[in-house]
């Protein structure tokens, strides 16, 4: 199965959920997902939208909150009801990327899909959470084109794999993307015992990691196992 982008693959798994009645996407930047996914209603959330989303007025089913995640959160919780499906494509740290995970929990039903965006970084300078710095590399060697940045998201996958024993990964084949299942792990070991080990994780260990919990999965593969949620 073909999903290029991160729309197609968000509809392509709204699709095999039935339809994506509610949609919730955390980093809208300049709406280039936020647009195309297909939801009856859908939620984005950007400190700093690239965009005026007042010229979005006729998509009456779009909603938007020009505040922080964290902010939003503590505004929704308890008054909006639960998402079908999550897009983190944020801040691109392992600190926010978790307390987006984490909160959004609250805002979830027992199928809920997520879909979390920079699991796996392309060199070690897209792998650092400071943006300066990934920058001031860049510039260092001379390719300041390149504005590749994943951060330390992929810390989020050992995170859940570790501690979220109600939750199982799979990392797209092919794209730097996690779906977040909310389906119990199969027996297996579990890599890390202390959030102090998942904080110390580097570049290096991502490349390991792509043996196990980064290993990639096909699409086909994770739809499959949609089906079979509740």
């Keep these: 199965m073909t999903a290029t982008t991160s729309a197609e693959r968000l509809n392509t798994i709204g699709s095999r959920l039935g339809g994506t009645q509610r949609y919730l996407e955390i980093g809208v930047a300049r709406g280039t997902t936020f647009f195309q996914v297909n939801a009856v209603e859908k939620h984005g959330v950007d400190p700093r939208f690239r965009f005026d989303p007042c010229t979005r007025s006729s998509h009456s089913h779009e ?6 995640s964290d902010d939003y959160f503590k505004q929704a919780i308890g008054k909006e009801a639960p998402f079908d499906l999550i897009f ?82 799979y990392t797209v084949d092919g794209h730097g993307q996690t779906v977040v299942l909310p389906k119990p792990q199969e027996e297996g070991e579990r890599l890390f015992t202390d959030v102090s080990e998942i904080d110390r994780l580097s570049y ?3 490349i390991l990691m792509q043996k196990n919990l980064l290993k990639a999965t096909p699409l086909e593969e994770i739809l499959t196992k949609i089906d079979s949620l509740n």
């Design 88 to 169: 983190l494509d944020g801040l691109h740290t392992y600190s926010q990327t978790l307390r987006d995970f984490l909160a959004s929990q609250a805002l979830a039903h027992p199928r809920t899909v997520w879909l979390i965006d920079d699991t796996v970084p392309t060199d070690a300078i897209a792998a650092d959470p400071d943006l300066q710095r990934v920058q001031a590399a860049r510039e260092a060697k001379g390719d300041q084109t390149d504005q590749t940045w994943m951060g330390d998201v992929f810390k989020l996958v050992a995170f859940i794999h570790s501690f979220c024993p109600q939750f199982s990964c």
């Design 204 to 206: 290096v260990d991502t």
């Design 63 to 68: 909603h938007y909150h020009p505040i922080s």
